[in-house]
């Protein structure tokens, strides 16, 4: 890891599983197990839980949370917070990855 300040979070949102009806979506998820989950993997200067805010007000926010978007998920991202903005975008790509991996559907970008 690089030796920058640690003030950005990685973090997760639960999706309403009504977003499985969004082509995109399921389009990026094409191994998403029936019992799984939907999330959405993100990093962000802020507390996740104003960034979690803003995404609901519309402000800098992705369609799919806005629309979709139920809950933070802190159990699936706290114990890696805070990190260096690089290492951040990268676990954000992790984080995904580990989602998917265990079946669940994931919007990362």
């Not at 950005?8 to 389009?27: C, M, P, Q, S, W």
């Not at 799984?36 to 803003?54: A, H, I, Q, S």
């Not at 995404?55 to 991202?77: I, T």
Request: hydrophobic letters at 35%; charged letters at 30%; one cysteine or more.
């Amino acid at each position: 890891m690089m030796n920058h300040k640690a003030h950005h979070n990685v973090y997760v949102i639960e999706l309403d599983r009504a977003v499985l009806g969004e082509k995109a979506f399921t389009n990026a998820n094409p191994e998403f197990s029936p019992d799984g989950r939907c999330y959405y993997v993100g990093m962000t200067g802020l507390d996740p839980e104003k960034r979690f805010e803003n995404h609901l007000a519309g402000y800098k926010s992705n369609r799919f949370v806005r629309k979709y978007g139920r809950h933070l998920s802190p159990l699936l991202y706290e114990e890696y917070n805070p990190l260096p903005y690089e290492d951040a975008l990268e676990m954000e790509t992790e984080l995904a990855r580990i989602l998917r991996k265990r079946g669940h559907a994931v919007w990362q970008k």
